[in-house]
């Protein structure tokens, strides 16, 4: 688990597109981006193209007024460009969207906000009309999926028989008279009160009981598959099925082409963290019945489809090494939609990173991002995203031999994308470093794409922003490693100026060409950043990603330190005037950074790791398999500590900013932060901790938007003081 053959012409067309597709403005007239923009930007999400590829909704997602979350509503426009985007539905919590196969109807999931209402599925009309409820069931409906006639619609729910049978006593007594019944309980029988009331304690007893961002984990409710008939005008609202029953989860229903099967994900081992990575693909009759696995690798099945004849199955996935890695690179695979069938690697010869995405700070922050397996009509090829060497770009793979040849070619990041039945079309959301992400629709015959909403355009128009510059150097020992460097917008040559070492984290991600708000903001104040892929990073192959096994951190910092060196080489930076910051695996590289080297002058980790063996301890995943170690703390105790910045915390002389999110499960500041500060504090050395209350692991990409400004700020003043300069107290000792 991470700390995440076209024709030339047109692609030529495509790259340059991108890049330039902000209108012309005079340099005189824009102006430095801002942290505060956030608030203005716009996410487009989950496009959904229709059947028959004449119309896309998708999600449209803004800043809620309060600045405190965001809204989200359903857009729809023609796939030609032929008119602009309109609003769909009201919001502002709509998402999922998925088109009935005739093109007349949307279901979409819908969170009414309320205290204790969950979300539930909806249902609306393309020619107009009110969205209406298709479900109210207790813990709530979402990925939805319909039958290939039309006429039902899959789910998943995790109501479980509890909540059910409270959930129809209600319907049948209705609301007052159970209320009435629940009074003249609580007078006759005192005990009967305490039979109804959920306790609110918890009893562990999995390793794993909560994951960052989603909360505590309720192993008696399990994600169940559920069906509901779609009703026609004027019936009244059907009742949902249940369609599977059990102790685990089941995820991403998908019907077979016939409708006769309802196809699913699973890992049906109760603790499967004792194990390395390992679900499977199941099938049950669309009416219920006997649950059967279908295909089962020596690893974990993830994003799947069915081809167009029902016969097979593609999938992603990898097949777990021997002995484990710490990075597994997902691959592409074909089995026979059977029982017992063998699955065929098509991408065993393919270096790239299947389904892979960027690292970057505006992915949508409450949208979907799907990337699905996209089979054409023949059957004969697969569509699907692919990540190289900081680009993720559409992907063509014989389906039978597995040659690949790209789809779209261009400096950028497919961000999210669905594709017409035939797969003529695919709605694809597109970002790059100019562009936060614009709606395109795809021709894969001809490679055209054609602008469906650009967003974004007019606000962009008015920013003085600048494309980075990709770069390669060597490292200590002759390896090459990638990065990219953002100038400020003014830069002048020959001019050394204070320089900003962003690290990813991970550690096994990339950064790449896409749009990334904190680095243009940091160039924008005067920075020049360097943010390298270090060995470690993925989409560079299978070999690079896993060289820093049992060595994390170590070597991946001397590349990050011969970027540093590249910079000064080159002119670029001031040697006396360099900062250095990441998040999560880039966190702890920050802490372990200071600990080995005073040459910065100031450095930010934020939501980082100090304590190897604390982290072991209470992270939200654990760390049995011998991946990132061989064994446990008291197993190997001098590796724990050797790897541990808070070893080495006496080294420490760089003034070290610790940015903390208070909710944060994946690092847990008691296991970073915390420790980094008390310590140096002891040292006397200077340190401070800014702490985001209710904020997870997803803070910069996600969290509360004033909270992600306040976060932006708080970085630059460090870097302000420290590598400019400026007077800025706030981090003085009242």
Do not use: C
């Not at 016939?258 to 196809?263: F, L």
């Not at 019945?289 to 999938?315: N, W, Y």
């Not at 950043?529 to 989409?539: A, C, K």
């Amino acid at each position: 688990m991470p700390f995440g053959a076209p024709r030339r012409s047109a692609v030529l067309i495509l790259a340059a597109a991108l890049l330039v597709a902000l209108p012309l403005a005079s340099a005189a007239a824009k102006r430095p981006i801002t942290e505060t923009d956030l608030f203005k930007f716009v996410w487009i999400t989950d496009p959904q193209i229709s059947p028959d590829g004449s119309q896309v909704v998708f999600v449209r997602e803004t800043v809620n007024e309060k600045k405190d979350g965001y809204d989200t509503a359903l857009w729809i426009a023609p796939a030609d460009g032929s008119e602009p985007p309109r609003a769909f539905t009201s919001g502002p919590a709509d998402s999922s969207p998925r088109w009935s196969p005739d093109g007349r109807q949307v279901v979409f999931v819908r969170a009414e906000g309320k205290k204790g209402s969950s979300p539930q599925l909806y249902l609306i009309s393309t020619r107009g009309g009110e969205a209406v409820a298709l479900t109210e069931l207790p813990k709530g409906a979402g990925s939805p999926d319909w039958s290939p006639d039309g006429k039902t619609i899959v789910f998943a729910s995790r109501a479980n028989p509890k909540d059910l049978e409270k959930w129809h006593k209600s319907k049948e007594k209705g609301k007052g008279e159970a209320k009435e019944k629940a009074a003249e309980k609580k007078e006759d029988a005192g005990e009967d009160e305490e039979e109804e009331r959920e306790s609110d304690v918890r009893v562990i007893t999995r390793a794993t009981y909560r994951l960052n961002g989603a909360g505590y984990a309720d192993p008696t409710r399990p994600s169940h598959l559920w069906t509901v008939d779609v009703p026609a005008a004027g019936e009244s609202k059907p009742q949902p099925k249940q369609l599977t029953l059990g102790e685990f989860n089941e995820d991403d229903p998908a019907w077979s082409p016939d409708g006769s099967q309802i196809y699913f994900r699973a890992d049906q081992v109760k603790e499967p963290y004792y194990d390395l990575p390992d679900n499977d693909l199941f099938v049950v009759p669309a009416h219920g019945g006997k649950v059967q696995k279908v295909v089962s690798i020596e690893g974990p099945i993830e994003e799947f489809s069915l081809s167009p004849d029902g016969g097979r199955v593609a999938f992603s996935g990898y097949l777990n090494g021997n002995p484990p890695r710490s990075h597994n690179q997902t691959d592409l695979f074909v089995a026979d939609a059977r029982p017992g069938a063998q699955a065929h690697n098509l991408a065993e010869g393919y270096d790239g990173e299947v389904l892979a995405g960027l690292t970057g700070d505006q992915h949508p922050p409450r949208g979907g991002t799907p990337k699905p397996i996209v089979w054409s009509r023949d059957g004969r090829a697969l569509y699907l995203s692919t990540g190289e060497r900081g680009r993720a770009n559409l992907m063509g793979f014989d389906a039978a031999t597995g040659v690949a040849s790209p789809l779209t070619r261009g400096d950028q990041e497919v961000i999210a994308y669905s594709a017409s039945k035939d797969a003529s079309r695919i709605a694809v959301v597109l970002s790059n470093p100019l562009v936060l992400g614009d709606l395109y629709v795809v021709d894969t015959a001809s490679r055209r794409l054609t602008p469906l909403a650009q967003p974004n355009q007019e606000l962009f128009s008015q920013l003085d922003l600048t494309a980075p510059e990709e770069i390669t150097y060597k490292s200590f020992d002759g390896k090459e490693i990638h990065a990219f460097v953002q100038k400020p917008p003014n830069y002048k040559a020959g001019e050394k100026y204070p320089l900003i070492l962003n690290i990813h984290g991970g550690p096994h991600a990339a950064y790449g060409y896409t749009f990334f708000h904190e680095i243009q903001w940091m160039a924008a104040k005067g920075y020049v950043v360097i943010y390298p892929n270090p060995r470690g990073s993925s989409s560079y192959g299978q070999e690079f990603g896993n060289v820093i096994q049992y060595e994390f951190p170590g070597d991946d910092a001397k590349d990050l330190l011969a970027g540093v060196d590249e910079m000064v080489k080159r002119g670029f930076a001031d040697p006396k005037r360099l900062g250095v910051t990441g998040g999560s695996g880039g966190g702890i590289l920050t802490n372990w950074i200071v600990t080995q080297t005073d040459r910065f002058a100031a450095a930010v980790a934020q939501r980082s790791i100090a304590d190897w063996s604390s982290f072991w301890y209470t992270a939200d995943f654990t760390l049995f398999r011998p991946t990132w170690f061989k064994g446990a703390p008291w197993e190997d105790p001098q590796d724990f500590a050797r790897r541990s910045p808070i070893t080495h915390i006496e080294n420490v002389k760089t003034p070290l900013m610790l940015i903390e999110g208070e909710a944060d499960y994946r690092t847990p500041p008691t296991a970073g932060g915390e420790q980094m500060f008390r310590a140096l504090k002891y040292l006397k050395r200077p340190v401070v901790m800014v702490r985001f209350p209710d904020e997870s692991h997803e803070l910069s990409r996600s969290g509360k938007p004033w909270h992600r400004i306040e976060r932006l700020r708080h970085i630059t003043a460090w870097f302000d003081k420290y590598l400019q300069g400026k007077k800025i107290d706030t981090y003085d000792v009242p």
